[in-house]
């Protein structure tokens, strides 16, 4: 683990100081004030602060790119479907607004999301040592090796998770790697609205602060304790008032990283807390919240604080979803077999599904995979399937009956990693493991496609509840069937 503190002094100094607790690596290698950790969700903070940089550059005349015909200037009130014409029908669940805020920078600044951070954020303040590619951080010695708690609550190392080819995707959420020295540079920008205190260079305009760290929503309409207010979220930051001071935080979880931030404006005082090791513990968050009960000189035992450190208790800031009901399930055979074969969806790819039986070239390593890891179902009513993806390798399919399925995902190590080469389980997100249901459609004995229902929470509930499963379904994967079916009137092949 590693901590930074900063502080801006009345005089414009910048006082920092560090400490850095247990290993980086398997073989002993001490934490340090340079070990470098995935900040998962913090990156947020650096996406919307460099939104508000393309939005000064469109101000000053300074884009690149023009705006379409019809739009005249990009602001914080700018629609989505006026930045991109053309028709389409905008549906953004909860968090993945971050990786619509990244397209737009992308579009409109004329090169990928990283190199405009790196170019407008990074290189300015000296992040030398932060990064978005794993593959640079560990060509430095620094980077530290990560630490999971898996399905069946014992600690495992995992890999860094976010490969290569899905770094431009997963930038935008939770993609910088950074270290305790270069969080603090951030963060006293941050404190100083925008200005690097070392260089007095402005990286971004006070009003992007200003707009980034104002609460735009309610997230608790009473204080949780009586020394803290209502709780509100701005761009990124959690808001409210502890006592006479205003306190901004986010907590940034990823597979086998967490992250903790905590600001005191008013104090000009920051810290960052980053572990090697994800779950539900409460350490990160802890020991700044320490520091800043010395630094602020608040009593110890101060219950807000407490209160405080559980804000954000929950290890991954990722929406969980329970198994539904299925409507107007069809009638079909229970004998799962009739289910194995290759499905494919336009934009999600194709996967094989395979039953405890099948004894393809493709299904056996899979199945192999699944039985090392204990994860075959013993009754007989699971079919299954690689689904190498960024946040799982496989995919289980369990039949409740008349041709519905509870689906999970899965991250199998079936030969473990690093020194322990026990196989284990790892789940990325809350909600993966019998969180969806699958609706399959049936015609005359036989399986046309599935479909999964209820991923993304419409507001105004389900989108339809008639006609065709395929209708009705958030993602339609449809069978390849032989040629000879393909027309058969009547089934449910749209």
């Given at each position: 683990?590693?901590?930074?503190?900063?502080?801006?002094?009345?005089?414009?100094?910048?006082?920092?100081?560090?400490?850095?607790?247990?290993?980086?690596?398997?073989?002993?290698?001490?934490?340090?004030?340079?070990?470098?950790?995935?900040?998962?969700?913090?990156?947020?903070?650096?996406?919307?602060?460099?939104?508000?940089?393309?939005?000064?550059?469109?101000?000053?005349?300074?884009?690149?790119?023009?705006?379409?015909?019809?739009?005249?200037?990009?602001?914080?009130?700018?629609?989505?479907?006026?930045?991109?014409?053309?028709?389409?029908?905008?549906?953004?669940?909860?968090?993945?607004?971050?990786?619509?805020?990244?397209?737009?920078?992308?579009?409109?600044?004329?090169?990928?999301?990283?190199?405009?951070?790196?170019?407008?954020?990074?290189?300015?303040?000296?992040?030398?040592?932060?990064?978005?590619?794993?593959?640079?951080?560990?060509?430095?010695?620094?980077?530290?090796?990560?630490?999971?708690?898996?399905?069946?609550?014992?600690?495992?190392?995992?890999?860094?998770?976010?490969?290569?080819?899905?770094?431009?995707?997963?930038?935008?959420?939770?993609?910088?790697?950074?270290?305790?020295?270069?969080?603090?540079?951030?963060?006293?920008?941050?404190?100083?609205?925008?200005?690097?205190?070392?260089?007095?260079?402005?990286?971004?305009?006070?009003?992007?602060?200003?707009?980034?760290?104002?609460?735009?929503?309610?997230?608790?309409?009473k204080g949780s304790d009586p020394n803290i207010s209502i709780q509100g979220y701005g761009l990124v930051w959690?808001?409210?008032?502890?006592?006479?001071?205003?306190?901004?935080?986010?907590?940034?979880?990823?597979?086998?990283?967490?992250?903790?931030?905590?600001?005191?404006?008013?104090?000009?005082?920051?810290?960052?807390?980053?572990?090697?090791?994800?779950?539900?513990?409460?350490?990160?968050?802890?020991?700044?919240?320490?520091?800043?009960?010395?630094?602020?000189?608040?009593?110890?035992?101060?219950?807000?604080?407490?209160?405080?450190?559980?804000?954000?208790?929950?290890?991954?800031?990722?929406?969980?979803?329970?198994?539904?009901?299925?409507?107007?399930?069809?009638?079909?055979?229970?004998?799962?077999?009739?289910?194995?074969?290759?499905?494919?969806?336009?934009?999600?790819?194709?996967?094989?599904?395979?039953?405890?039986?099948?004894?393809?070239?493709?299904?056996?390593?899979?199945?192999?995979?699944?039985?090392?890891?204990?994860?075959?179902?013993?009754?007989?009513?699971?079919?299954?399937?690689?689904?190498?993806?960024?946040?799982?390798?496989?995919?289980?399919?369990?039949?409740?009956?008349?041709?519905?399925?509870?689906?999970?995902?899965?991250?199998?190590?079936?030969?473990?990693?690093?020194?322990?080469?026990?196989?284990?389980?790892?789940?990325?997100?809350?909600?993966?493991?019998?969180?969806?249901?699958?609706?399959?459609?049936?015609?005359?004995?036989?399986?046309?496609?599935?479909?999964?229902?209820?991923?993304?929470?419409?507001?105004?509930?389900?989108?339809?509840?008639?006609?065709?499963?395929?209708?009705?379904?958030?993602?339609?994967?449809?069978?390849?069937?032989?040629?000879?079916?393909?027309?058969?009137?009547?089934?449910?092949?749209?």
């Amino acid at each position: 683990m590693s901590i930074g503190v900063v502080r801006l002094t009345e005089a414009g100094n910048v006082d920092t100081d560090y400490g850095s607790w247990g290993i980086m690596a398997e073989e002993g290698e001490a934490a340090s004030s340079a070990t470098m950790y995935g900040i998962g969700s913090c990156s947020k903070a650096i996406l919307a602060s460099a939104v508000g940089i393309l939005m000064d550059d469109f101000a000053q005349g300074h884009n690149v790119v023009p705006l379409p015909p019809n739009l005249a200037e990009f602001t914080w009130d700018t629609r989505i479907k006026d930045l991109f014409p053309g028709g389409s029908e905008w549906r953004l669940p909860d968090s993945w607004m971050y990786m619509v805020g990244s397209h737009i920078i992308a579009t409109y600044s004329g090169m990928p999301y990283t190199s405009f951070v790196k170019k407008r954020i990074f290189d300015p303040l000296g992040l030398n040592t932060t990064t978005f590619f794993a593959d640079e951080a560990q060509l430095t010695g620094h980077l530290s090796q990560s630490w999971s708690i898996s399905a069946s609550g014992a600690r495992r190392r995992v890999p860094f998770w976010f490969k290569a080819e899905s770094v431009e995707a997963m930038a935008r959420p939770g993609g910088v790697i950074s270290t305790a020295k270069d969080m603090t540079k951030w963060l006293a920008t941050v404190l100083k609205w925008g200005v690097d205190p070392y260089t007095n260079r402005s990286i971004f305009p006070p009003s992007v602060y200003e707009e980034t760290s104002t609460a735009q929503s309610l997230i608790s309409g009473k204080g949780s304790d009586p020394n803290i207010s209502i709780q509100g979220y701005g761009l990124v930051w959690e808001r409210f008032s502890l006592r006479e001071h205003e306190v901004l935080l986010y907590n940034g979880p990823m597979p086998g990283f967490l992250t903790f931030i905590v600001l005191v404006p008013s104090a000009k005082v920051g810290v960052v807390g980053l572990t090697n090791v994800d779950g539900d513990q409460d350490v990160y968050r802890n020991i700044p919240l320490r520091i800043l009960e010395n630094v602020l000189r608040l009593s110890y035992r101060l219950p807000s604080l407490k209160v405080l450190s559980g804000l954000m208790s929950s290890p991954l800031p990722y929406s969980t979803q329970a198994p539904g009901t299925a409507s107007s399930p069809v009638s079909s055979p229970t004998d799962i077999d009739i289910f194995v074969g290759m499905y494919t969806n336009p934009g999600y790819g194709s996967l094989d599904l395979c039953s405890p039986r099948s004894k393809t070239r493709y299904c056996l390593p899979v199945l192999a995979s699944f039985s090392r890891c204990g994860e075959l179902d013993a009754k007989d009513r699971t079919l299954y399937a690689a689904w190498p993806r960024v946040w799982t390798s496989h995919m289980s399919m369990r039949h409740r009956g008349n041709g519905i399925f509870t689906v999970s995902f899965h991250t199998l190590f079936p030969n473990g990693l690093g020194w322990d080469t026990t196989p284990f389980v790892h789940r990325a997100l809350l909600g993966l493991n019998g969180g969806y249901l699958a609706e399959s459609s049936i015609y005359n004995g036989q399986v046309n496609g599935f479909g999964l229902m209820d991923v993304i929470s419409y507001p105004e509930g389900p989108r339809t509840t008639r006609g065709s499963i395929s209708k009705r379904a958030d993602v339609w994967f449809k069978k390849v069937l032989p040629p000879w079916y393909a027309h058969v009137a009547g089934s449910d092949l749209s």
